[in-house]
C-alpha cells in the first residue's frame, strides 16, 4: 500500500542532470513582503486575496495574517491595508457599491494554518492546511465583509477542526 501524497511537487531537470523540486514552500524566515504581505501595525504582515473565480482581481475576498491574532486585531489591520492598498476609507465596500446598502455583519476572524508554495515564476499558492503538514504555518483569516462566504472558501470553525474562531 502506497501513502497518498500531501502534495505534489513539480520538478525540472538541472544541467547536470539532477532533478529539482520546480517549487518551494514559503517558510518564515524568508521575507514575506516579496510573497505580498503588507507590514501594518508594526510586525504584522496581511495581505488581500481575490477569489479564483474574481472578475475583477483588485478586489480582495480574503484577508490573510502571518501568526495567530485576535480578531479586533484583524478588523484593525484589513482596514489599513484596504486604505494602504486601495485608498478604500470604507473597507467593508467595494468601489461603486451603494454605501446605503445594508452589508452582512463583519464575519469573524478564524486561526487556522496555511502551507503557501511559491512558484518558479515568481506566483504563489496558499493552502489550508493541518497544523502538523509540512510548511504549515500559523495565520489568521477574515473574508472581507462584501464578499461572498463562499467566495473565500476559508475554513469554517463549526464544521472543520483546521479552524478556531479567533477571540
Same mark, same amino acid.
Given at each position: 500500500?502506497?501513502?497518498?501524497?500531501?502534495?505534489?511537487?513539480?520538478?525540472?531537470?538541472?544541467?547536470?542532470?539532477?532533478?529539482?523540486?520546480?517549487?518551494?514552500?514559503?517558510?518564515?524566515?524568508?521575507?514575506?513582503?516579496?510573497? *505580498?504581505?503588507? =507590514?501594518?501595525?508594526?510586525?504584522? #504582515? !496581511?495581505?488581500?486575496?481575490?477569489?479564483?473565480? %474574481?472578475?475583477?482581481?483588485? +478586489?480582495?475576498?480574503?484577508?490573510?495574517?502571518?501568526?495567530?491574532?485576535?480578531?479586533?486585531?484583524?478588523?484593525?489591520?484589513?482596514?489599513?491595508?484596504?486604505?494602504?492598498?486601495?485608498?478604500?476609507?470604507?473597507?467593508?465596500?467595494?468601489? *461603486?457599491?451603494? =454605501?446605503?446598502?445594508?452589508?452582512? #455583519? !463583519?464575519?469573524?476572524?478564524?486561526?487556522?494554518? %496555511?502551507?503557501?508554495?511559491? +512558484?518558479?515564476?515568481?506566483?504563489?499558492?496558499?493552502?489550508?492546511?493541518?497544523?502538523?503538514?509540512?510548511?504549515?504555518?500559523?495565520?489568521?483569516?477574515?473574508?472581507?465583509?462584501?464578499?461572498?462566504?463562499?467566495?473565500?472558501?476559508?475554513?469554517?470553525?463549526?464544521?472543520?477542526?483546521?479552524?478556531?474562531?479567533?477571540?
Amino acid at each position: 500500500m502506497t501513502a497518498t501524497a500531501l502534495h505534489e511537487i513539480e520538478t525540472s531537470e538541472g544541467d547536470d542532470g539532477t532533478m529539482h523540486p520546480a517549487e518551494q514552500t514559503w517558510t518564515p524566515d524568508q521575507d514575506p513582503v516579496d510573497l *505580498g504581505f503588507t =507590514p501594518v501595525l508594526g510586525d504584522l #504582515r !496581511i495581505t488581500g486575496l481575490t477569489a479564483p473565480d %474574481a472578475d475583477d482581481g483588485d +478586489h480582495p475576498t480574503l484577508f490573510v495574517l502571518l501568526g495567530h491574532h485576535r480578531w479586533a486585531t484583524t478588523i484593525h489591520a484589513a482596514a489599513l491595508y484596504m486604505q494602504r492598498g486601495h485608498a478604500w476609507t470604507r473597507w467593508c465596500l467595494y468601489p *461603486g457599491d451603494d =454605501p446605503d446598502e445594508a452589508i452582512p #455583519r !463583519i464575519p469573524r476572524a478564524i486561526h487556522t494554518h %496555511a502551507a503557501i508554495h511559491c +512558484h518558479p515564476d515568481d506566483t504563489w499558492n496558499l493552502a489550508w492546511a493541518r497544523p502538523g503538514e509540512p510548511g504549515a504555518i500559523p495565520v489568521t483569516a477574515m473574508r472581507h465583509p462584501a464578499a461572498q462566504a463562499v467566495a473565500a472558501a476559508v475554513p469554517d470553525p463549526d464544521r472543520d477542526d483546521r479552524a478556531a474562531w479567533a477571540r
